[in-house]
């Protein structure tokens, strides 16, 4: 993973919290007012019920695998891409950090990481099997 290069984030008005928690280690997500469903990515109207009334929570920083691809060509490879279930509910696409690739798995618990961009600031949340 060392040699694989992250672009910075361009936040936006609608990202620009979720970035800035990312800066302090923090990983939010919003969370809807009307049908009380989370949802990532964040956007300002609930995907689930089409309410503007949604709002940024904290999360756990944790969750499991659902789906994982480890990609072995390509510049930085290998790495791995996943689906990630957050303990609050909602998917993330992510990549997993990890020192041994090939032993994830579906269902593996893991715990999100901040991971530096080339500009340095905001870093990227990536996910680590817990304990490791």
């Known amino acids: 993973m060392s040699d694989r290069k992250l672009p910075a984030p361009q936040p936006n008005a609608e990202t620009e919290t979720f970035w ?22 964040p956007r300002a109207i609930c995907p689930h019920c089409g309410s503007a009334k949604t709002g940024w929570i904290d999360t756990a920083g944790s969750g ?7 990609m072995r060509r390509g510049e ?13 509910g909602p998917a993330m696409l992510t990549n997993i950090v ?17 991971t530096p961009t080339e500009d340095g600031a905001p870093p990227v949340p990536m996910f680590t ?3 490791g």
């Open 64 to 70: 499991e695998i659902y789906s994982v691809s480890v």
């Open 129 to 131: 099997p817990r304990g």
């Open 20 to 41: 800035d928690a990312a800066s302090n280690g923090v990983l939010k997500i919003k969370r809807c007012g009307d049908c009380n469903q989370a949802h990532y990515y």
């Open 76 to 88: 930085g490879a290998p790495f791995a891409v996943a689906y990630v279930t957050l303990d609050e």
């Open 98 to 114: 990890a020192d041994d690739l090939d032993s994830l798995a579906i269902g593996q618990r893991v715990e999100v990481v901040f």
